[in-house]
């Protein structure tokens, strides 16, 4: 079961389809996680696009609210999307469905990344931080982790640096430390990883952001993803070569449990 509210016109001129932004977000036990900070984020992404929203903030926030209401689906996604018109106005169409997490067994086992060619715009030529519409080179990087035989495909940039999965931030954990490539190499930051940097603040772990190459990533002690959707994810072999042990490891367990005990006390109040 979905609910579609003003579904999108897929059928507009190309520069506005491919001019549009949206917004992911995880709902727990009815409640949205961080719904304002993903309205700010579509709000910055128009002004970058130079669109206007049809809705104030906090009409379409009143919006959201209702239209998960509405379907009476406590545990799910809900996905905006802005689609500007020809006069750059651009109005929301909101999906709320159930919330389609992975298997158990990826959790239990860990998944396989594969570093793949293609490459996306670099930051020079448009910002990451604006989540647009259009996502043909993740498209194609899950092709090619798809001819791999791999469940998630990762990109470099032309420097020859990791960044991110196609729709996942990238952590590795070396000597107990939870390192990160910065977000100037051109990736997103995400909403959840926001959450998790701080959650791994809470369980003592220290962050640092850094460069990091394929050899840091074959090297590293445990490897992860990190989501709206994934929430935190291990991966276990990237390229074939087994990650650390080859199973999810300690830390990347204990920053997911840090990670839901932020979720439950922010939405919640339970600590």
Wanted: charged share 20%; aromatic share 6%.
């Amino acid at each position: 079961m979905q609910v579609v509210v003003n579904p999108p016109r897929w059928a507009l001129p190309g520069l506005e389809a491919a001019s549009g932004c949206f917004e992911t977000m995880r709902v727990y036990a009815g409640r949205m996680f961080r719904l304002d900070a993903h309205l700010a984020r579509l709000a910055a992404s128009t002004r970058y696009l130079g669109v206007k929203l049809q809705d104030p903030l906090p009409q379409l926030r009143r919006r959201l609210v209702k239209a998960l209401k509405g379907s009476g689906i406590p545990e799910a996604v809900v996905r905006v999307a802005l689609i500007p018109n020809g006069r750059r106005v651009a109005s929301a169409s909101i999906v709320v469905q159930p919330v389609q997490l992975p298997a158990p067994a990826c959790y239990a086992r860990g998944i396989r990344a594969a570093v793949v060619p293609t490459r996306k715009f670099p930051v020079s030529q448009i910002d990451p931080q604006s989540k647009f519409s259009s996502r043909l080179g993740s498209i194609l990087a899950v092709m090619e982790s798809q001819l791999r035989r791999a469940d998630e495909a990762i990109f470099m940039d032309a420097m020859g640096y990791v960044t991110e999965s196609t729709a996942s931030n990238l952590g590795i954990i070396k000597d107990g430390a939870f390192l990160a490539p910065p977000c100037w190499l051109g990736l997103l930051p995400g909403i959840t990883w926001q959450a998790l940097v701080e959650a791994a603040a809470r369980a003592g772990i220290a962050y640092r952001e850094t460069p990091l190459t394929r050899h840091d990533l074959y090297n590293a002690d445990e490897a992860f993803l990190s989501s709206t959707i994934k929430e935190v994810l291990a991966i276990t072999t990237v390229d074939g070569r087994r990650i650390g042990t080859g199973k999810p490891g300690p830390f990347t367990r204990r920053l997911h449990r840090a990670f839901r005990q932020l979720v439950e006390e922010e939405l919640h109040g339970r600590g």
